[in-house]
């Protein structure tokens, strides 16, 4: 769900009819100066609790809906039974990233060679296995999710969408299509995609002839909540993390 297509609701204090989007409402109870327009006493950590709260109470609502209308995604869109894993590898160069970097501190320029060997070493790493569990849920959302829709959730929001890339078929098709129509193929060496439609610009060339059109869908982050990673952060247990 995007963050547009959330429900208003109604502040959380008693007898208070303040109502509008989840996070005005969130705003509303923090800059609101009295005993029951406080988080705690309503049993929140904070604004950033209450509106991951609100919002999973409205996607539960929503995803009954869903299931119950036959219209659920299914987390096995490919019906294979097959289960996908993200790789946790990251995990721990992550964790020694984050020691290091509290015990050597943040300026660089008071490191010495070893200390950035060690940080560089320990950040290159987790870079790569950090992408290989992104491109890995990626592929899932992609296979989940239905086209050009947002997903808002407790940390951010992705977008699914679809594009259309135009490209060059094989170089082989593309010179005998120019040959055919006359144009001498060495007047586009090795065929550029550019030169190309400059040349059939002047000959009788369907472009589907030299072009072909590919469909791609991605997955695109389109928003983050920094506080709400910053909360959740401080939540982990390093020790649970690489049980």
Not at 41 to 46: D, I, S, V
Not at 53 to 80: C, F, I, L, N, W
């Amino acid at each position: 769900m995007s963050e547009t297509e959330y429900e208003p609701i109604t502040c959380p204090v008693d007898d208070c009819t303040y109502r509008d989007r989840i996070r005005s409402v969130a705003a509303h109870v923090s800059g609101t100066d009295d005993a029951a327009h406080d988080w705690d006493a309503l049993g929140y950590e904070g604004a950033a609790s209450f509106v991951r709260d609100a919002k999973r109470r409205q996607q539960g609502d929503a995803s009954a809906a869903s299931a119950a209308s036959g219209r659920s995604e299914s987390a096995d869109p490919d019906g294979t039974g097959e289960t996908t894993h993200v790789d946790d590898a990251f995990l721990a160069d992550a964790l020694a990233a984050a020691r290091l970097l509290d015990e050597y501190g943040t300026a660089v320029d008071d490191l010495n060679a070893l200390q950035l060997t060690d940080l560089y070493v320990l950040l290159s790493d987790l870079r790569a296995a950090a992408d290989a569990g992104r491109k890995t849920v990626r592929d899932e959302l992609t296979a989940r999710l239905s086209r050009d829709r947002e997903v808002a959730s407790d940390i951010g929001a992705v977008r699914h969408s679809t594009h259309e890339r135009t490209e060059l078929r094989d170089e082989e098709t593309v010179t005998a299509a120019l040959a055919d129509a006359g144009i001498d193929p060495e007047t586009v060496s090795s065929p550029d995609a550019s030169k190309v439609r400059e040349a059939i610009e002047t000959a009788a060339i369907d472009t589907e002839q030299v072009f072909e059109t590919r469909e791609s869908t991605r997955v695109t982050r389109t928003d983050i909540d920094e506080s709400a990673v910053a909360e959740t952060a401080i939540e982990a247990d390093p020790a649970d993390l690489l049980d």
